[in-house]
């Protein structure tokens, strides 16, 4: 059973897999090293990307692209509305409140799409030219393909939005020291503003890829996502970007691994194997794998 | 060029300044001393709005900027070197200097700007693509006071630019620091290092307990016996 096409086949979901964590991941971990501020809520993007999605190409059937376009500039939208109504007044204070308040946000966020879109999960349908089976030793769809590339696209040009960007390292100042950004002339508002938005077109976008590769929408998808995308961050190191992505693929791996090389009966205990590994992890070394040199 | 009339600064309902006016004329290096905990350094962060005062009012350059944020400061000329260096340390030490030029678009000009600072601080070009964090303590403080300078303020703000520095470096720092007031800067500077800092300025305000205690020409304020036992100990 142990064949190496298995190993591979389970290798490549591990990696599609992960590479949306990774996605999450990355959002959630920027906006911690700002503001830090747990994001629960950055899971609730994912449902809104998805029916945004579904809503746009499945009912209203506007093109494939311009749906992409449609789901990024939503997500953006959603990640302004967070940050001005949920953020922007209780930013500063107690670390507790900040918590209650994103904790807050998902429930409510969940509870609004339940009630918009019904609590029966939806089937997703992606474009004809994502559907295509490959079969050549591993078997996957070109969503899979679509998925990598366009992740690995998007953590590639977010690197280089951080690193070669005035913005971007005005983004790594604030996170670094919020007070000493201001000093230089940093809005720093301004900059909370932009990691929402980049984060939260990014999840949206995620979304999208999440529908597609698993053909099924609900309103509660993000819960278990936000989760595994924190867990993901854990797992790199909080608060710095190259951890949340490998954090992001090793989660992946892991998920899909513990499925494939235990006895079949264990697979309905993915999760909590997922959450054994990590308190592991946590033991073994605490500061994640990046811990804090590497921070954002 | 810069007048605090009365203000009050707290931290949640703890004030850190009380009542507090202080006038700094253009061209000038004017001092504020005392010891921990007077306030000197809240006072300075009142006058870069990164604090705001609750009663009373900043006047710059003719202006009311009370209510002014920080980042609007910044571009009307305020720049302030913190306390404990506060520089970018997983930036280099180009990029500290890039965002300290964060609201200008005059590329040639800042260009130029970074030219004089690695001409002030030879050291920050050799070690111009190195993390900031890296550096030692003096040159720490030397990326601090050129990221102050990028941002071309009229008004320099400088919190205990000698604090934790061997005395060879205080020493290149008071000279830089002599330069760019002669080339016309205006100057509030807070110190500990009493002696050196009433020797470069022009005046001096003695803070205690978030009141201004005495103020006065550096050789008066030396003068006085009493400040001299409660700040130097002799």
């Known amino acids: 059973m142990l064949s190496w096409e298995y190993i591979l086949q389970q290798l490549f979901n591990g990696v599609v897999v992960g590479a949306m964590y990774a996605l999450l991941a990355l959002g959630m971990t920027v906006i911690y090293g700002i503001l830090r501020l747990i994001h629960f809520a950055h899971g609730a993007l994912i449902t809104v990307g998805a029916f945004c999605s579904y809503l746009c190409f499945m009912k209203l059937g506007v093109p494939f692209i311009a749906t992409i376009f449609i789901v990024i500039a939503f997500g953006a939208f959603t990640g302004i509305i967070l940050d001005v109504v949920a953020y922007k007044k209780v930013v500063g204070g107690p670390e507790v409140t900040l918590l209650i308040t994103s904790l807050g946000f998902y429930i409510f966020i969940e509870n609004f799409m339940k009630l918009v879109v019904s609590p029966q999960p939806y089937p997703f349908h992606p474009p004809e030219f994502l559907t295509k089976i490959y079969s050549n030793g591993i078997t996957f769809r070109a969503i899979d393909i679509f998925t990598i590339v366009v992740s690995i696209a998007i953590m590639v040009a977010f690197q280089m939005f951080i690193k070669k960007t005035k913005m971007g390292k005005a983004m790594i100042a604030t996170a670094e020291n919020a007070e000493a950004a201001r000093m230089v002339g940093i809005n720093t508002n301004r900059i909370i503003s932009i990691a929402f938005i980049v984060a939260s077109a990014i999840a949206a976008i995620t979304g999208f890829m999440w529908g597609a590769k698993y053909g099924q929408i609900s309103y509660d998808m993000g819960f278990i996502a936000g989760v595994n995308a924190f867990v993901a961050i854990v797992i790199g190191g909080v608060g710095s970007i190259p951890g949340a992505m490998v954090g992001g693929f090793v989660l992946g791996m892991l998920s899909m691994f513990s499925v494939a090389f235990l006895p079949p009966g264990f697979a309905a205990f993915r999760d909590g194997i997922v959450f054994f590994i990590l308190i592991i992890i946590l033991i073994v070394k605490p500061s994640g794998i990046f811990g804090q040199k590497a921070a954002i | ?234």
């Open chain 2, 1 to 234: 060029m810069l007048s605090l009339e009365a203000i009050y600064v707290y931290y949640g309902v703890i004030p850190a300044v009380r009542e507090l006016s202080i006038h700094v004329e253009s061209g000038r290096i004017v001092t504020l001393v005392g010891a921990n905990g007077a306030g000197k350094t809240t006072t300075l962060k009142a006058v870069m709005g990164v604090l705001l005062p609750s009663q009373g009012s900043i006047l710059y350059e003719k202006e009311d900027v009370t209510k002014l944020p920080a980042d609007k400061r910044v571009a009307k000329g305020i720049a302030l070197i913190p306390e404990g260096r506060q520089i970018f340390g997983r930036l280099s030490v180009k990029d500290n200097l890039i965002l300290g030029a964060y609201h200008r678009k005059d590329k040639d000009d800042i260009r130029k700007d970074m030219d004089w600072i690695y001409c002030l601080f030879p050291l920050l070009k050799e070690r111009e693509a190195q993390i900031a964090g890296t550096l030692s303590g003096g040159e720490q403080q030397m990326l601090a006071v050129g990221r102050g300078l990028m941002s071309h303020p009229r008004l320099l703000l400088l919190d205990e630019p000698s604090l934790g520095l061997a005395p060879n470096i205080v020493t290149e720092i008071y000279d830089v620091i002599k330069e760019i007031n002669e080339s016309g800067m205006t100057m509030l500077l807070v110190e500990q290092n009493i002696t050196m800092a009433l020797k470069v300025s022009d005046y001096a305000y003695v803070m205690e307990t978030g009141e201004i205690r005495t103020e006065g020409e550096p050789d008066e304020i030396m003068k006085e016996e009493r400040i001299l036992e409660a700040y130097l100990g002799e």
